[in-house]
């Protein structure tokens, strides 16, 4: 039987990423990202909206780039696979925790220090335009 592992998440970080290097001189990146939900109640048709809290991971160039570029609030597009990581505390008792570990990440606008917005695209620019019915040579892109 195939297996399939493959997550894709869009949300804000709810706090500047934690950069930590490993032994090997690795970079690791850990930061939370919250997903919103929006629906309709149908008991009582009120609009409501719920929130997941996913932590990511992110190693080498990619979690350079996410410490250096991301803040809190940052929009973020996610493609990764979920991770199951066990640990124990120092009073001996047993963690599990399920995270997402990043293989890319779209930054949706950089850090506000940058000055840099991303362009806001209008409604229009998704409205296809027909060609004219007798082009002349010049608009011939071939």
């Not at 970079?27 to 939900?37: E, I, K, P, S």
């Not at 506000?112 to 362009?119: E, L, R």
Request: a neutral charge.
């Amino acid at each position: 039987m195939a297996n399939l592992n493959k997550v894709f998440l869009m949300g804000n970080l709810t706090k500047d990423p934690e950069k930590r290097v490993t032994r090997g001189d690795n970079a690791v990146v850990h930061f939370t990202v919250a997903c919103n939900r929006g629906y309709v109640d149908r008991s009582t048709g009120e609009k409501k909206e719920s929130v997941s809290f996913v932590p990511i991971v992110v190693w080498g160039n990619q979690a350079e780039n996410c410490a250096k570029y991301l803040t809190k609030g940052s929009p973020v597009f996610i493609e990764g696979r979920l991770a199951n990581r066990s640990w124990e505390t120092s009073s001996g008792e047993r963690r599990t925790r399920i995270e997402v570990v990043a293989q890319s990440i779209q930054f949706l606008r950089r850090a506000p220090q940058s000055g840099y917005q991303a362009p806001v695209e209008s409604p229009a620019d998704d409205i296809v335009k027909e060609p004219p019915e007798n082009p002349s040579e010049d608009e011939v892109p071939f």
